[in-house]
């Protein structure tokens, strides 16, 4: 600190080093977390009693050499620390081992497959946010109107919903309007629009499915948060200023429970996760969720390990950038 | 304990029950919950259980309802009704005991996490804050894959998985309590942790637990559907979740069989929501913050 | 509520979009054969490739040195035409013919056979596959391009049957290292009727007819396998007219395509079959016991009475819905000139077990289970895969069956990779398997030669049964050499006897393949064998080349057509828009309202 702080004393510049800090402080949790997930990802799969070589080689003839060779091949004669520690290097490389029925490497696997549920949970979670903020939005502001009681209602049925149900009738109940699974027709002319619309035409109804399932909990959270927005004083004073409630809806209260709401989303994207597991398995959606459903069928363990590993760490990721995020926008925690 | 305290205790239980009463939702959803639980109690009374048993399945494959079977047959001709009455057993189970499960880590966790501070607490908020974040049914599959399977692992699964968010808010329950001037007074007085936790702080925090109990079982008897319906569970009971896996892999869908697909369904969707009233409703009456705003 | 009012311009401008995109989605499409494929394709290299998908995929492209008749099966011209043998049975020649190109134009020859047969006695990693095929060469040589001498260790009787993809030398020998050679490079070179065009793996596989094959071009244009999870997405595809050919299904999905309009059934003669193994006494190859098998189940009077406990047709009957057909020995009565019909049936009879098992010495229990000499009873686990629905249900029959027995069964159904642990290890009383038959029977009545068996405690070998018979492995060793069809027919069917006599496993049925295609596309497909076979799963590549397109196809395509397409796309977001459009402007007001 070269400036004397008692001259100017800058209360931005205070809350920038206890910003930095605290993003220090996030990101660093968040690298120790990943770390976590990446041992459990190596000990949970170890618990597995049995030889591994024994399923790659099943109906095969071999004898005890080709068996030492092939645990010599993938390091299971070696001490567990040492599989560890060559575990963690290979991950660092982006080597995550090989699948036992595909017979490729893991990281391949996934690499094909997270375009595809990127494509799907993104544009699930973004209908399904905004679906859900509007309606918590309107709910909130008309509390117990027949409105809310109804979406608060139609809300709390998807939310019991399991997805997989959901999609299993959705599909029976839309009979041949929507393909019965996959992304996209394999006779599907290759230029990028007729590729366009075949992709969203595959992915109405796990989309509608997903959003169905997820949605609630935005439109819960946003109600409440608004209702509490709502009883803060400032309103009353932005009433009695003789703003319009629609003004004093749209310019202040909203805002200020949107913050909140939104971070909560990608906190809980964790659960948008989870519905994707059993929407691609019942719409054969190639992503990651359905490669999770193929690798619990043996299992196959380098796979479900790997899956494990990305889908756990990319839903802690995602949660210390909201963290973050939330910290930049929110001038009240700015100024704390 | 005096009885002062008693008659002041039940009083308070009366006066929420009152309350819960006032909501509608809430009281729907006692109401469906205790049906349900006696249907499920009643099942080996009232019904044959070797109707379970594909080898005696009564009917033909694929029945659509009639008379002789409300709800129809399943793939293997057994009847819907009495596979959905058994399955609710099961399910019910599976989500009562993980809840337990769950939620015992979770207040034992958050109890100690804000009783005794320091290093330990740390450490504990920090697993839960990694619990919170890691998507739970990604760890219970894991777990269900690489444990036996049985109802043990599916309940295992489901509670080791899910106690942080218990734990959380039993703990900023607790920190609340402690700062409390008369728990400062019994520390004074003498008493112990095991005084000051069993006689102070579980009591207040108990009500909140309870809340979050119901909510937990939503959760799970959910996680028990998923987990089944992916193959984890218990091959050998029939459970929601299990016939719902049957109704994909078999062939409901394409069958159109919506009399395999529906019950099953929305018995699970009957529960949770049951559940999650009671819970929504209990809430409102227990957490003083939410009725000050009704 | 700037985001909506975003989403409503967004929803406009997909919708003008798509609009005028229809007609080009619709232009002139190729005839195509959409065909499901439900297992995973584990390579395309044709050296390293095992799983039957990657094999039957393999034949599309690489012709063998001979093929199989679609009609009777038969070695009929493969890549070599005509064959003949030495006095010793150690010598075989074959002749390649002129004229037979590969798909990019370079001729086949001899070579090409040598150099795939070569490859595979000298790169340990071409050998994974079908290294089998070849263990017994002693030596290949191409004396000139129209020639191949195949030399024997010993007389080998399966010399017609080599299911070795043959590749072109010009392109494999700049191949660095097999393993690791995925050969997905398009277009292929090809010599079978197929050429890959394009492959994305877990999506689908895409062929374009050959147009250099020698046996003439396919008659459609396009071959396409699309990957779905489950049979079950494949039939409802098939019923949506997604697909054109679907087979795998289960006996619920194949009832209820019935009567369907635009779609024809195919009930065939499958070469795959269930069977339930009885822990005979695991050992190695030198004899040392490995597992932990009942003790009771090495008398083979117990696995007798075991297999007259069980009521064969009741669970062919209700497991698989009845299309199966009644096991004896394990090859199928697709294969009749191998399929054994036992001289004496052994019939379903519980009662004459029952006394059986009395007279052999083993007496009930006060709790009705039945006690053996050591003191030990009669409790059996059973071991299925959780995956497979026939294990639970037939296990399910095969308890209560054993149970009015004496016998107790406790049905465990775990993961395929412990199932195979503890079948490899001999870790269990009763366990389900099962296997897919070759026209050539010499694979399959290896498994149960005292060869087969693992060769220390702790690797595996290819038997499932443990089985270990004097009396059937020379019997093995002749059919092995004997060269004179009728006289192997018989010794094969000797083999069977011995393994239905002795019990080591116990076959429940042959599964009828059940398949489906749509008729308002295809016309006909060619089977194998004809009557009563397979479009699918050959032995050849008959049904997916000899597929008939129907006539005008072109124009009725049967699958959502890019115009429909497009059209409900259209609509879909036009009234989501619309609604949300209409609910704002109506929340507005109200919202001004209060």
């Given at each position: 600190m070269t400036a004397p702080p008692l001259v100017r004393p800058s209360p931005r510049r205070g809350g920038g080093s206890g910003l930095l800090r605290h993003v220090a402080g996030k990101v660093g949790g968040a690298l120790v977390s990943l770390a976590a997930v990446v041992v459990l990802g190596f000990f949970l799969f170890r618990l597995?009693?049995?030889?591994p070589t024994v399923t790659m080689t099943r109906g095969r003839q071999v004898d005890e050499a080709q068996i030492a060779e092939l645990r010599a091949l993938h390091g299971y004669d070696r001490p567990i620390v040492e599989q560890f520690g060559k575990y963690v290097g290979g991950l660092l490389h982006g080597d995550m081992g090989t699948s036992?029925?595909?017979?490729?490497t893991v990281a391949e696997l996934i690499g094909e497959r997270v375009g595809p549920t990127l494509l799907l949970v993104g544009t699930s979670t973004l209908i399904a946010v905004t679906l859900g903020l509007w309606l918590g939005i309107r709910g909130a502001w008309r509390r117990d109107s027949p409105f809310d009681r109804a979406s608060t209602g139609v809300a709390l049925v998807g939310w019991a919903m399991p997805a997989f149900w959901l999609g299993m009738l959705l599909s029976m109940v839309t009979g041949n309007l929507f393909?019965?699974?996959?992304?996209?027709?394999?006779?599907?002319?290759?230029d990028f629009w007729s590729q366009a619309l075949d992709v969203a035409h595959h992915m109405v109804l796990p989309c509608l499915t997903l959003i169905a399932v997820v949605y609630a909990q935005y439109q819960l959270v946003m109600r409440s948060s608004l209702l509490e927005e709502m009883n803060a004083d400032y309103l009353t004073t932005a009433r009695a200023k003789g703003l319009r409630d629609d003004q004093v809806r749209r310019r202040h209260a909203v805002p200020n429970a949107l913050l909140p709401t939104v971070t909560l989303v990608f906190l809980h994207i964790g659960l948008v996760v989870t519905g994707a597991i059993t929407v691609e398995t019942v719409f054969s959606w190639p992503g990651l969720g359905l490669l999770t459903y193929e690798a619990l069928a043996g299992p196959d363990l380098p796979l479900l390990q790997g899956t494990f590993v990305v889908l756990a760490g990319s839903v802690i990721v995602m949660n210390v950038l909201a963290d973050l995020l939330y910290q930049v926008l929110d001038p009240r925690v700015r100024a704390s | 304990m005096t009885s002062i305290v008693w008659q002041r205790r039940r009083a308070a239980v009366g006066s929420t029950w009152r309350e819960f009463t006032r909501n509608r939702g809430g009281l729907a959803g006692l109401v469906v919950l205790g049906v349900v639980v006696v249907l499920a109690l009643l099942a080996p009374l009232v019904t044959?259980?070797?109707?379970?048993?594909v080898t005696k399945a009564a009917g033909q494959r694929?029945?659509?309802?009639?008379?002789?079977?409300w709800f129809g047959t399943d793939h293997t001709g057994r009847s819907v009704l009495l596979l959905t009455w058994w399955g609710s057993r099961i399910s019910l189970l599976i989500g009562l005991t993980a809840t337990v499960l769950s939620v015992a880590i979770g207040t034992l966790v958050g109890v100690t996490a804000a009783h005794f501070g320091g290093w330990l607490s740390a450490g504990l908020m920090w697993v839960t804050n990694f619990f919170l974040v890691l998507p739970s049914l990604v760890l219970a599959i894991a777990l269900s894959t690489v444990l036996p399977r049985g109802i043990g692992t599916i309940v295992l699964a489901i509670g080791v998985t899910s106690w942080a968010s218990t734990a959380r808010l039993v703990r900023a329950q607790t920190l609340s309590v402690e700062a409390r001037p008369f728990i400062e007074r019994a520390k004074v007085l003498g008493g112990g942790h095991v005084h000051v936790i069993g006689r102070h702080v579980l009591p207040a925090v108990l009500p909140l637990v309870f809340v979050n109990t119901t909510l937990t079982v939503a959760n799970a008897i959910v996680a028990e559907a998923t987990l089944s319906f992916l193959g984890?569970?218990?091959?050998s009971m029939v459970s929601w979740g299990s016939m719902l896996r049957a109704a994909n892999l078999h062939g409901a869908v394409s069958q159109r069989a919506w009399w395999f697909l529906l019950p099953p369904g929305l018995g699970v969707v009957v529960i949770v929501l049951a559940f999650t009233l009671v819970g929504r409703a209990l809430e409102t009456v227990l957490n003083p913050r939410l009725r000050g705003d009704r | 509520m700037g985001i909506l009012r975003r989403l409503g311009s967004v929803v406009g401008a997909v919708g003008l979009v798509a609009s005028p995109l229809a007609p080009a989605a619709q232009a002139q499409q190729p005839v195509t054969l959409r065909v499901a494929i439900?297992?995973?394709?584990?390579?395309?290299n044709p050296f390293l490739a095992t799983y039957q998908a990657s094999t039957e995929v393999g034949r599309l492209m690489y012709d063998y040195l001979t093929a199989y008749d679609a009609?009777?099966?038969?070695p009929v011209e493969g890549v070599a035409k005509s064959w003949e043998k030495s006095a010793d049975n150690l010598t075989w020649t074959f002749t390649v013919p002129d004229g037979k190109k590969w798909s990019d134009g370079q001729p086949i020859t001899a070579k090409d056979v040598g150099f795939t047969y070569n490859l595979m006695m000298t790169d340990k990693d071409a050998a994974t596959a079908n290294g089998s095929f070849v263990a017994n060469f002693e030596s290949v040589t191409v004396p000139d391009d129209r020639t191949v001498v195949i030399k024997t260790k010993v007389p080998q009787a399966s010399m017609l049957a080599l299911d070795v993809p043959i590749v072109p030398e010009h392109v494999w020998?700049?191949?660095?290292?097999i393993a690791d050679?995925?050969?997905?490079?398009?277009p292929s070179v090809s010599s079978g009727p197929f050429v890959l065009s394009e492959y994305r793996a877990n999506e689908f596989i895409k062929f374009k007819a050959n147009k250099e094959y020698w046996r003439g071009a396919?008659?459609?244009?396009e071959l396409h396998f699309i990957y779905y999870k489950t049979v079950d997405a494949a039939v409802q595809a098939l019923d949506k007219g997604e697909l054109d050919l679907v087979n795998r299904m289960g006996p619920a999905q194949f009832d209820s395509l019935k009567?369907?309009?635009?779609i024809t059934l195919n009930k065939a003669q499958g070469r795959r079959f269930n069977e339930l193994v009885l822990n005979s006494g695991a050992a190695t190859k030198t004899g040392e016991p490995i597992g932990?098998?009942?003790?009771?189940?090495?008398?083979v009077k117990v696995r007798q009475a075991i297999a007259k406990a069980i009521d064969q047709d009741a669970i062919i009957a209700r497991v698989n819905g009845g299309y199966a057909e009644r096991g004896t020995?394990?090859?199928?009565?697709?294969f009749p000139d191998y399929h054994l019909t036992p001289e004496k049936v052994r019939p379903f009879d519980p009662a004459a077990a029952n006394t059986e098992l009395d007279q052999a010495g083993y007496p009930k229990g006060s709790d009705g289970i039945r006690v053996g000499a050591d003191g030990k009873p009669l409790k059996l686990r059973l071991v299925g895969h959780t995956s497979r629905a026939y294990d639970e249900q037939a296990g399910e029959y095969i308890k209560s069956s054993l149970a009015d027995i004496g016998i107790a069964v406790d049905v465990q159904l775990v993961a395929d990779t412990l199932l195979d642990e503890q079948g490899v290890a001999g870790k269990f009383d009763l366990i389900f398997s099962g296997w897919g038959t070759n026209p050539d029977p010499d694979f399959i009545l290896s498994l149960?030669?005292?060869?087969?068996?693992?060769?220390?405690?702790?690797t595996s070998g290819t038997?499932?049964?443990f089985f270990c018979d004097k009396t059937y492995d020379e019997l093995y060793a002749k059919q092995g050499a004997e060269l004179d069809p009728a006289k192997r027919s018989a010794l094969v069917k000797q083999m069977q006897q011995r393994f239905y006599d002795e019990v080591?496993?116990?076959?429940l049925g042959h599964d009828n393949s059940l398949e489906a295609y749509r008729n308002d596309t295809f016309a006909s497909f060619t089977i194998?064998?004809?009557?009563?076979?397979?479009?699918?799963?050959?032995?050849?590549?008959w049904g997916y080349y000899g597929a008939v397109p129907v006539a005008a196809a072109g124009a009725a395509?049967?699958?959502?057509?890019g115009l429909l397409i497009a059209g409900i796309v259209v609509v879909v977001l036009l009234v989501v828009g619309g609604v949300l459009l209409l609910a704002r402007r109506r929340g507005a007001t109200a919202g001004d309202r209060e």
């Open positions: 597995i009693p049995g030889d036992l029925f595909y017979r490729r393909p019965s699974g996959g992304m996209r027709f394999s006779s599907t002319p290759p | 044959d259980a070797s109707g379970l048993d694929w029945q659509s309802p009639s008379a002789e079977f984890l569970g218990d091959p | 439900i297992q995973q394709v584990d390579s395309l009609k009777d099966q038969r020998k700049g191949v660095g290292k050679y995925k050969n997905d490079v398009t396919p008659k459609y244009d009567g369907k309009s635009g932990d098998g009942h003790p009771a189940l090495k008398d020995g394990p090859i199928p009565p697709v149960h030669t005292c060869d087969s068996r693992p060769e220390s405690p702790t038997t499932d049964t080591p496993a116990i076959i194998q064998p004809d009557p009563g076979g397979v479009i699918m799963a050959q032995n050849g590549m395509s049967s699958g959502p057509s």
